[in-house]
Antibody
Framework: EVRLVESGGGFVQPGGSLRLSCAASGFTFGDNAMHWVRQAPGKGLEWVSG????????FYADSVKGRFTISRDNTEKSLSLQMSSLRAEDTALYYCVKDKGSIAAYLDYWGQGTLVSVSS | DIQMTQSPSSLSASVGDRVTITCRASQGIRNYLAWYQQKPGKVPVLLMY???TLQSGVPSRFSGSGSGTDFTLTINSLQPEDVGSYYC?????????FGGGTKVEIK
């Protein structure tokens, strides 16, 4: 059974930083690209960032480019998102998501999400 | 970047009705289109990919069609458990892009 368990969310002031983590199990982690997708309260889905199977390429939405950094550790079967210079508009539920492919394709498994709240 | 426009943004239909949701891409995306269902308070779930291939376990009342820039998700015979939001997603290129979503309710 594929499991994706996020952690690291919380309350932070504007300009602050947070590091999200995702622990993966139930599949060969190093075979698949991984992504972070967020959902602001009452809003739709927004793709945030993705990383290829071996970490060789990373991708970011324009809204977070230069502020967020995605990384992965295939040995530890973990995905991370380092978030800095946080803004109120970054407030959302952040999902760790498994890609069907090795680069960027459709998203076949989602974690339960971790909530990030940015407010003064 | 590709933009994905979904319509309608919400709809209300009766149990047993046929429901159609459309998704338009700002440029051709070949057949790299997926649909997700998000029930109230739940995590999104993959419904189908490559336009019309149902993910394992998805009821056959769901179907997809289209090509290029215009795509459709159809629910034949709407059921109470189908209530929720539906999102299309393009994976022809990065950034991955979601449509704005369609909220489906029972009349």
């Amino acid at each position: 059974e594929v499991r994706l368990v996020e952690s690291g969310g919380g309350f932070v002031q504007p300009g602050g930083s947070l590091r999200l983590s995702c622990a993966a199990s139930g599949f060969t982690f190093g075979d698949n690209a991984m992504h972070w997708v967020r959902q602001a309260p009452g809003k739709g889905l927004e793709w945030v960032s993705g990383i290829t199977w071996n970490g060789g390429r990373t991708f970011y939405a324009d809204s977070v480019k230069g502020r967020f950094t995605i990384s992965r550790d295939n040995t530890e079967k973990s995905l991370s998102l380092q978030m800095s210079s946080l803004r109120a508009e970054d407030t959302a539920l952040y999902y760790c998501v498994k890609d069907k492919g090795s680069i960027a394709a459709y998203l076949d498994y989602w974690g339960q999400g971790t909530l990030v709240s940015v407010s003064s | 970047d590709i933009q994905m426009t979904q319509s309608p943004s919400s709809l209300s239909a009766s149990v047993g009705d046929r429901v159609t949701i459309t998704c338009r891409a700002s440029q051709g995306i070949r057949n790299y289109l997926a649909w997700y269902q998000q029930k109230p308070g739940k995590v999104p779930v993959l419904l189908m990919y490559d336009v019309s291939t149902l993910q394992s376990g998805v009821p056959s009342r769901f179907s997809g069609s289209g090509s290029g820039t215009d795509f459709t998700l159809t629910i034949n015979s709407l059921q109470p458990e189908d209530v929720g939001s539906y999102y299309c997603q393009d994976y022809n290129s990065v950034p991955l892009t979601f449509g704005g979503g369609t909220k489906v309710e029972i009349k």
